[in-house]
């Protein structure tokens, strides 16, 4: 394996100039569609297999690129929030995150219309354009915002999660964006409580739960138990509402 003297720095530069080509797109054509995520796609694996060709990529778009069993993976999402940007609305971001013998070790997601870039390293830290974040310290149920994943994702999930998402609605104080890695670095940084995750996959969280995890919060499945790479519902909270929300899940039908 080729050596990363500074994986941080990599992971900036390439996840910033997808933004920036994403930018570009955003402000030249017409026809936004599925096109986008798979010319971000392109312009990541190239940056990262022309640098480390025996890498790994797991993506939203194209699959792997090569054998997931590899020791380096990275995982990727182009566009997250895509349905947002083809409809010129905010938000929408793009995550990258890295893992290493399978455990997550470097990730980042970046805002490009606003220009922040979240990073988040295991054991450092978690960062808002360079300046360290922490989650809220909120804990009453009143007090707390919490975002949802769109209800046709907890139908997706399952028929009778209907139920779930309608008394989270009734119960808290909601916001839905449509942009799973934002919503989480959200929770990160303490503009959210807590994010309910009803039918993610990896590519959309990655990235995101580590920040999360550095600036203080917990992601855990709706269980409560660390998330297998497979997990598709998750709860990613402040840590101070975390039991109230996975007892509230719990109790909130089927």
């Known amino acids: ?26 402000e030249s054509s017409c026809d936004l569609g ?16 022309r640098q480390f060709p025996e890498h790994c990529i797991v993506t939203e778009e194209l699959g792997n690129s090569n054998d997931e069993t590899s020791e ?3 995982i990727v999402d182009p566009i997250d929030g895509s349905a947002n940007f083809y409809r010129g609305l905010r938000p929408y971001s ?26 988040g390293e295991k054991g450092k830290g978690a960062e808002l354009n360079g300046d360290r974040i922490r989650v809220s310290t909120a804990v009453e149920t009143e007090d707390i915002i ?17 139920t779930k998402f309608l008394r989270l609605a009734r119960s808290f104080d909601v916001r839905i964006s449509a942009s799973t890695a934002l ?3 959200n929770v990160a940084c303490g503009s959210l409580d807590a994010r309910v995750l009803a039918d993610t996959r990896l590519w959309d969280n990655a990235a995101a739960a580590l920040i999360v995890r550095e ?3 917990t992601v855990t499945d709706w269980a409560g138990g660390f ?20 007892d509230f899940l719990a109790r909130s039908g089927q």
Request: charge should be negative; aromatic fraction near 8%; proline fraction near 4%.
């Open 1 to 26: 394996m080729k050596s990363m003297t500074d994986p941080r720095a990599f992971l900036k530069d390439t996840i910033t100039s997808a933004g920036h080509l994403l930018l570009s797109i955003s």
């Open 215 to 217: 600036s203080g919060g």
């Open 94 to 119: 793009i995550s990258i995150c890295l893992r290493v013998r399978g455990e997550l070790l470097l990730g980042a997601v970046y805002e490009p219309y606003t220009n922040r870039l979240f990073i």
């Open 146 to 162: 919490i975002a949802l994943s769109r209800y046709s994702s907890f139908l997706q999930a399952s028929p009778g999660y209907h």
């Open 227 to 246: 998330p297998a790479a497979d997990a598709t519902q998750l709860l990613a909270s402040n840590g101070h509402t975390h039991a109230i929300l996975i």
């Open 72 to 74: 380096v993976v990275w």
């Open 183 to 185: 919503d989480m670095c």
């Open 34 to 49: 599925p096109w986008c995520d798979a010319e971000i796609n392109r312009h990541i694996e190239e940056i990262i297999l």
